[in-house]
């Protein structure tokens, strides 16, 4: 069964919906995964070639979360202090980004947006950010991938608006800043790119 927040998703964003939800080894036998992977989005092939998306939930999806997410903000500190060392380090930084980072109490900055949230709402936002990656992939790929080319978003340090996990990688940068949109009042807007916030609105049918 698709959880509701998927559906909503693909409700706004015009995403396609996955083949199926749930734990991926019911789908695909043997599959290997990271301990403790809250959620993900797992695409195969077919006999025949065509490929089909999976939106990989564990077991105990909730339950299982709130404990890593619970151990995770206990981390809060070192991820803070991440951020204030990454910023420091940047060869130069944009006005408009400064602007943005000062705003940003440093309270905001953990983990993953999933963090700042619990039990059910905690959940959702498991599942909005993997509908991130299928909105990158299936619905704003050129767009996006455009401005990941030009903006660098993980280097020039708009990622320490969003998150940690956000920080890692642009895919992740893009899946992260979908939660942010979808997951935080549009006051939080501020915290993700202008051009990115742009293809999001523009994508998005309840704008």
Do not use: C
Not at 34 to 48: E, F, V
Not at 78 to 99: F, T, V
């Amino acid at each position: 069964m698709v959880p509701v927040a998927a559906l909503e998703m693909v409700e706004r964003f015009g995403i396609p919906e996955v083949d199926f939800a749930g734990h991926v080894n019911k789908v695909i036998k043997g599959v290997r995964l990271p301990p403790g992977l809250g959620g993900a989005i797992i695409t195969a092939t077919r006999k025949n070639g065509s490929s089909f998306d999976v939106l990989h939930l564990p077991n105990d999806f909730g339950k299982k979360s709130e404990l890593l997410f619970e151990l995770a903000k206990n981390t809060n500190a070192k991820h803070i202090a991440q951020r204030k060392s990454g910023i420091d380090a940047l060869p130069r930084i944009d006005a408009d980004l400064k602007d943005r980072i000062n705003k940003m109490p440093d309270s905001k900055y953990n983990h993953s947006i999933s963090v700042g949230f619990e039990g059910v709402e905690q959940s959702r936002a498991v599942i909005v950010h993997e509908y991130g990656h299928l909105f990158h992939d299936h619905v704003a790929r050129k767009q996006i991938d455009g401005f990941l080319d030009e903006v660098k978003p993980t280097e020039t340090g708009w990622g320490f608006l969003i998150s940690s996990y956000g920080n890692t990688l642009p895919i992740e940068y893009v899946a992260e800043s979908f939660t942010v949109f979808n997951m935080l009042p549009v006051s939080d807007h501020y915290r993700i790119h202008p051009k990115l916030l742009s293809i999001f609105k523009k994508a998005d049918s309840s704008q």
